[in-house]
């Protein structure tokens, strides 16, 4: 009997789903948010209802068997009382081109991606004040996140919306990455990843040498190895946060 070789995935790497496409018969599309490395992420509305929901498409040949797609669902359970995590519903299929495609919908939230956010402040970088406000929020949420025993794995200003609130900062993770079981050393990269973003958010590397002690007492030069001894864990960078005294 000849040996049956398995079904190849097709290769999509886009679907650039149009505007009133549905997705497994009961969402329609109404933009696309944005795309990476595993899919597409789209603003769908239940057509029943009239909710707004996002979907995330995975590309078949990114998630086989349904492996990542699984990840992702069960993190975002597992987080949904994280304040900072999207709160997952369920899961659909997208036909498309004779293939199937497993779309994830979860909530979906309003804000802009941290990266433009910065860069609509004048010089394209943010107080250094307002900015510890939001880094604040990032790391408060990502210790609600490590206290679950789970990493983020891919932060940056991009897969962050912001949406301020007053002298606070609603913020929510677009996306979370996978590179194996959680562990101390993917926790810290999470921080070193966090403390960028603060760096990042106040205008690098050009305007470091100008930033208040406050600021360079958390970023300390993008030195990774002072970095994670002196922030081991987001508990030690909330706690510097809330108690240091300003120059």
């Known amino acids: 009997m000849p040996v049956r070789l398995p079904k190849k995935l097709p290769k999509i790497d886009k679907f650039d789903l149009q505007p009133g496409r549905k997705i497994g018969g009961i969402y329609v599309v109404e933009e696309k948010l944005g ?11 239940e057509e029943r209802t009239g909710i707004t929901r996002t979907a995330k498409i995975f590309f078949p040949h990114r998630n086989v068997k349904d492996v990542e797609a699984r990840k992702f669902a069960q993190k975002l359970e597992k987080l949904r009382d994280c304040s900072i995590v999207i709160q997952y519903h369920h899961a659909e299929t997208l036909n498309f081109r004779r293939h199937k495609a497993t779309c994830l919908i979860s909530e ?5 991606q941290l990266s433009n956010y910065i860069q609509s402040h004048p010089g394209k970088r943010m107080p250094p004040f307002k900015a510890l406000h939001m880094f604040y929020a990032l790391v408060s949420g990502l210790d609600e996140i ?36 959680s562990n101390k050393d993917q926790r810290r990269e999470d921080i070193v990843e966090a403390i960028g973003i603060l760096h990042e958010a ?9 930033m208040p002690p406050e600021i360079k007492s958390i970023c300390l030069g993008q030195r990774r190895d002072l970095i994670l001894k002196t922030f081991p864990t987001a508990r030690h960078v909330l706690e510097h946060l809330e108690n240091f005294e300003w120059a």
């Open 35 to 45: 795309g990476g490395y595993e899919g597409e992420v789209y603003r769908v509305t």
């Open 108 to 112: 979906y939230v309003e804000g802009l």
């Open 146 to 181: 490590h206290w679950k025993n789970e990493y983020h794995g891919d932060l940056h200003s991009d897969n962050i919306l912001i949406k301020p609130k007053g002298v606070f900062f609603d913020l929510k993770l677009v996306d979370f990455f996978h590179r194996g079981r």
């Open 202 to 210: 106040v205008g690098g590397r050009k305007h470091y040498a100008k």
